[in-house]
């Protein structure tokens, strides 16, 4: 088959890779022709254009290149449905507008040896195809881009955290986003399972959308099958597993990730007790509420992938107040007024940054200091040197990174750069 792969960016090489060595002739189309993007190498890359996809019997489309681009005139997938035609082995698919990498790698931390990790964290589903075995378990983050463009790709196991409002500058209203992520659910089959928060109003509609049983988790009430908090207790189909203080991480929310990857692990084969030792050893995830350092009793944290309001939500909840609060970046059509009663109550200013600056700046107004800083590192600069002695410098900036860095890993990556380098002050 001829095959044209849009963008390409590691998941676009790796579609591109796997489609070679099944004998297909393969030939990228890439909007950036440019550093990183010459066309040496195995895959021949044109320029995306009308020419670029003459010949082509199939398009396979990156995560990241909008499904509706164009009209397009032979059959469209995504990467996720190509590697799903030849990945060996169970798979769970983990989805949700906040939590699912924290899931995911927490779920793979507990089955170990009897998984492989990957999709939209780290590793692209096709590169997984090689590494894939029968009786392996395939954990992926699913985004809701990769979701979209599936048509015959299943989970045995399907998992979603919530759904809130995210991308909606790529899916325009939420509708279209919700329907993107219950695609991980419509083709499931009897024998699948359906694991979902029983307290998001969309979560509890998927159970209607597919054949998996669901199995549910709640911090907030008993729920059977699955997992739920009672008077400070996860407790999992009836059983302890583990006390809510000995969770390593912090915030509600990952308790919630916590019970979620517990109920998928106990369902792919966990006993109770390999559970609850991992979950004790997980180091956590990079760029989610991560920890930085302690300087002059300023507690400074990393939370680079909260790009969206809820996500920021979730980071403000996570502490008790005097919060130095990094805002900005990349806008996606967002509501930040959500944000002014928590910040009202919790921090002491709000650090702006980025492009969405001054619309945070406008609905933010009045309920918070506002510093506009312009870029991370001033605002770091500004945190510092204002924040007293129990406060905390948190980067949870409620949108995208691509206005001032390569994505949300590079922000988070230069700001414990920025914050190692800070001068300590005696």
């Known amino acids: 088959m001829k095959v044209a792969v849009v963008g390409m960016a590691k998941s676009g090489m790796a579609a591109a890779q796997l489609l070679l060595e099944r004998g297909h002739e393969v030939w990228g189309v890439d909007e950036k022709l440019g550093p990183g993007f010459s066309g040496q190498g195995p895959v021949r890359i044109l320029p995306q254009n009308d020419e670029a996809f003459e010949g082509a019997e199939l398009i396979v489309l990156s995560p990241g290149v909008p499904a509706d681009l164009r009209k397009w005139t032979v059959p469209v997938i995504g990467d996720l449905e ?67 463009t599936t048509q015959k790709f299943r989970a045995e196991i399907g998992a979603c955290l919530n759904v809130t409002p995210d991308h909606l500058d790529r899916h325009y209203t939420f509708e279209n986003y919700a329907e993107a992520k219950a695609q991980l659910f419509v083709r499931q089959r009897e024998g699948d399972w359906a694991v979902l928060n029983v307290d998001d109003a969309t979560c509890r509609f998927y159970a209607e959308r597919g054949a998996g049983r669901p199995v549910w988790f709640s911090s907030t009430q008993t729920v059977s099958p699955g997992a739920y908090l009672d008077r400070g207790e996860i407790i999992l189909d009836g059983e302890r597993l583990m006390a809510a203080s000995e969770v390593p991480l912090r915030g509600v929310h990952n308790l919630e990730n916590t019970m979620a990857a517990a109920a998928i692990a106990k369902l792919a084969g966990a006993p109770l007790s390999q559970i609850r030792e991992a979950v004790m050893t997980f180091p956590g995830v990079e760029h989610r509420i991560e920890f930085v350092r302690e300087m002059n ?130």
């Open 82 to 148: 190509l590697a799903s035609w030849y990945l060996q082995g169970p798979v769970i698919g983990i989805t949700g507008a906040n939590g699912k990498t924290t899931t995911t790698a927490l779920t793979g931390h507990i089955l170990g040896s009897t998984a492989q990790v990957g999709g939209n964290i780290g590793t692209p589903p096709c590169s997984m195809v090689a590494t894939s075995r029968a009786g392996q378990w395939n954990v992926l983050e699913l985004s809701s881009f990769q979701l979209e």
């Open 297 to 426: 009793g300023v507690a400074y944290y990393n939370d680079s992938k909260a790009t969206n309001v809820d996500a920021t939500l979730k980071s403000i909840g996570a502490f008790e107040g005097g919060l130095w609060i990094i805002l900005g970046g990349k806008d996606k059509n967002s509501d930040y007024t959500v944000l002014r009663e928590p910040l009202g109550k919790k921090a002491r200013a709000a650090l702006l940054i980025g492009a969405a600056a001054e619309k945070i700046a406008s609905q933010l107004d009045g309920s918070v200091e506002l510093i506009r800083c312009g870029t991370l590192e001033n605002a770091i600069r500004q945190g510092s040197s204002r924040a007293a002695k129990g406060d905390t410098v948190l980067l949870a900036p409620a949108c995208a990174s691509f206005d001032q860095f390569q994505s949300y890993e590079h922000r988070g990556r230069e700001f414990k750069r920025l914050v190692r380098e800070l001068p300590w002050q005696s």
